[in-house]
């Protein structure tokens, strides 16, 4: 069995500020994971991915991701924030040997000028 | 390519009304997927197929059906809407399923049931 937990339903950050969303998870077998990101009235977009190659993941627009298998974290950083930052994010999870993600409940950002 | 194409984008259910969700991807991915999203629960699977004809149930199945006769088409099937099912609806797909590979969305169906 495989979760993931997002630590903060909601995150306000000011324009320039540093974004951080914290996801853990558990699974039972070495875990590929997904940063998603779902801008206003659109579907999913992805991120970032980790997928055993090297434990610190760069992404589109600025993101990154950090992968530590002591605390069972993948969490998503920017070192800037930008107004177009402003969507919701999802944390996902994926057993190597299953083909079906396990999604975070997600974090809403909210970037104030 | 348009991609992971949904329609409607929003629709009105009355109780026990029964509604078809459209969803067609033109990248000829084998994996097709159905996810609902709720309000602070992430997206939850409701059905899955690996390729034409073959259809399986993911976490969520109740109150839905699928089929899959087509490699571009995978429609989801409520029959008797229920209040419950009051939701965002996405349609997803993907290559083959491996484990590292992305999914691409479509851009949802915005279902209310009153």
Known sequence: AQSVTQLGSHVSVSEGALVLLRCNYSSSVPPYLFWYVQYPNQGLQLLLKYTSAATLVKGINGFEAEFKKSETSFHLTKPSAHMSDAAEYFCAVRGAAGNKLTFGGGTRVLVKP | ?114
């Open chain 2, 1 to 114: 390519n348009a991609g992971v194409t949904q329609t409607p984008k929003f629709r009105i259910l009355k109780i026990g009304q029964s509604m078809t969700l459209q969803c067609t991807q033109d990248m000829n991915h084998n994996y097709m997927y159905w996810y609902r999203q709720d309000p602070g629960m992430g997206l939850k699977l409701i059905y899955y197929s690996v390729g034409a004809g073959i259809t399986d149930k993911g976490e969520v199945p109740n109150g839905y059906n699928v089929s899959r006769s087509t490699t571009e088409d995978f429609p989801l099937r409520l029959e008797l809407a229920a209040p419950s099912q009051t939701s965002v609806y996405f349609c997803a797909s993907s290559i083959e399923g491996q484990p590292n590979e992305k999914l691409f969305f479509g851009s949802g169906t915005q279902l209310s049931v009153l």
